[in-house]
T-cell receptor, first 110, second 115 residues
Framework: GEDVEQSLFLSVREGDSSVINCTYT??????LYWYKQEPGAGLQLLTY?????DMKQDQRLTVLLNKKDKHLSLRIADTQTGDSAIYFC??????????FGKGTRLHILP | EPEVTQTPSHQVTQMGQEVILRCVPI?????FYWYRQILGQKVEFLVS????????KSEIFDDQFSVERPDGSNFTLKIRSTKLEDSAMYFC?????????????FGPGTRLTVL
């Protein structure tokens, strides 16, 4: 079945790197996403990776995909207070629906 | 920057009542979606809508739910007779196209509380 799992909380000191991990079950997904949700706001697409890639870098963000283990991670370098949010791992199923994880709440320590 | 908007931000209703959640998708988008998130649970796909008809729906989207695009700008989700378990955050989304690479843009959500 379709399932996306991720840890619920992560605390990181300001300036350190944050690594948020995710596992998924459906190997037929073609796009994998990371969404960010700030308080009172909608889900904002941060970055995505196509399933035939194993890494994507976008400024402070690095996405790693291990398709064999069905493991996706998001690394945020030099974590800042503005990165405090909930981060959702998600996979695209077919043309329409997106399957989300429960979200990881990233807390930045001073 | 264009964005998806949703009203109201918070809706409180009594069990058994009908509710209509409203969304204004981005103006040139053709595909529309509803998702929901029960507190502490995952964001779940409910339904997708294109060309004035449902293109896909999940098991959650039973006969109590309906969607409509009553005019050129609004996209609504109606729950006919709300149950306690319908309490959740409901997110609307829209995309320009329906292909895999088309990004879905999400609204801020409507928090529905059923008493």
């Amino acid at each position: 079945g379709e399932d996306v799992e991720q840890s619920l909380f992560l605390s990181v000191r300001e300036g350190d790197s944050s690594v948020i991990n995710c596992t998924y079950t459906d190997s037929s997904s073609t796009y994998l996403y990371w969404y960010k949700q700030e308080p009172g706001a909608g889900l904002q697409l941060l970055t995505y990776i196509f399933s035939n890639m194993d890494m994507k870098q976008d400024q402070r963000l690095t996405v790693l995909l291990n398709k064999k283990d069905k493991h996706l991670s998001l690394r945020i370098a030099d974590t800042q207070t503005g990165d405090s949010a909930i981060y959702f791992c998600a996979e695209k199923m077919g043309d329409d629906k997106i399957i989300f994880g429960k979200g990881t709440r990233l807390h930045i320590l001073p | 920057e264009p964005e998806v908007t949703q009203t109201p931000s918070h809706q409180v209703t009594q069990m058994g009542q009908e509710v209509i959640l409203r969304c204004v998708p981005i103006s040139n988008h053709l595909y529309f979606y509803w998702y929901r998130q029960i507190l502490g649970q995952k964001v779940e796909f409910l339904v997708s809508f294109y060309n004035n008809e449902i293109s896909e729906k999940s098991e959650i989207f039973d006969d109590q739910f309906s969607v409509e695009r009553p005019d050129g700008s609004n996209f609504t989700l109606k729950i006919r007779s709300t149950k306690l378990e319908d309490s959740a955050m409901y997110f609307c989304a829209s995309s320009e196209g329906g292909a895999l690479y088309n990004e879905q843009f999400f609204g801020p959500g409507t928090r529905l509380t059923v008493l």
